[in-house]
């Protein structure tokens, strides 16, 4: 009930108290969420009111927008993507990538489309590559993941041309081997360096990857350096906030 | 020019162009976009295609919304936020936090307010340190913190209530210890377990952060344990996409 003391506007009362029933599980994903009448009388409160809060459920990515029919509770089950063993040497199996064998791990089902091009380096990627962007080539396989069949992410890896040249890395097609691609060619990445920027999609990702309006991403930039020290890869994944979490787990001792 | 293999609409081509000078700086943080009249000439397209473009490079948050001025660029300068070696025990001087301490050394200037409350934890922060969210208390660090007099991210430190009774991480004020608080009671975190999720902010978040329109956030929880592995404490920060940059460096040999 409103009290004297409580600050928040009325629509912002209905919408804490609906968040904290989508946080519990009172309201699980794919419920319908309770018609406006109800809500109206539960919290004392005007229909115009809870149409308030519930846009504002909608804005956080909580509800969906339900034109015509009832708004019912977004699936919040992402996939919880472990960055920070994601492609260690261990972490291959024969005939799986990295990302495939996570998704399998979570008993979902991966799918990836795979297409090759050689391109002149975008300059944040010539960059990380100590290549010169007027005049270096690299090879970029772009790919499209799917999990259950819904487009879940893009992931594009950059290498620089002379590494890649006439080995299975130009291969436009799904290819994997034990300890990665680059390790059956002699160039292991030993370290890597992770950056990640949130932001809203284009519109090209947007269309690519099937986002609801109001869905942010993560653009994930690892640039992985051979045991030399040589950069050798930079791969540029854009991850939708809504299908997925990142996870990182460090040794601080 | 457009060219009939092109399948982009006439104003994505004029937001694609302005967008490749924005990331070569050629238009730089704080510059005018040229009128309307002159992109519209330059391109060979109508003024109501200029505006949709950018109108849609500003819902990207790459120009601010200009109203009644000039569309300007927007300031991309984002911190970089080092969080695989953000609290390891050697990172921390005896007289600035772990955070303090990375603003203070890309340049710009730390300031944090500090409140401190107890509290029966939220669900998430309970299943992470093993309490039960009916019967245990958790002690609440809560900061604002500041880059530059610019409010830059929140960060909401949960310790159990029986590791932080009698310390100072009970005390209201901004402390820090060498090697950090926990390590100065003999709690030092030896693992972090961190969890990203990418969302739209709540408008609660938006007002305490003054957040423009489509500026999503980076939901960052770090759950910490020590050398039993008890897990002493959760820290959930929120960092606004258009001011961070999260990076991780990782040993992947």
Known sequence: MPT???SRALYE???DALRTSIERGELAPG???PPEQELAETHGVSRQTVRQALQQLTNEGLLSSGRGRGRTVRSQTRLRWHLSHFENQSNHSADADAWATEVQEQGRVPLQE???ALEIPP???AERLNLDAEQDI???RRRVRYVDDVPFQTADSYFPEDIARGTPLMQPKDVSAPGGLLASIGRAQTRLVDEIQIRMPTKDESARLGLPAGTPVAE???TGYDAEGRPVRVMITVAPGDR???VYELDAS
């Open 4 to 6: 004297g003391s409580d």
């Open 13 to 15: 009362r209905v919408a």
């Open 138 to 140: 690299v090879v970029v």
């Open 123 to 125: 300059p944040a990627v």
């Open 114 to 116: 795979v297409s090759v």
């Open 244 to 246: 997925h979490t990142l």
């Open 31 to 33: 419920d319908t969420v």
């Open 220 to 222: 994930h930039m690892r």
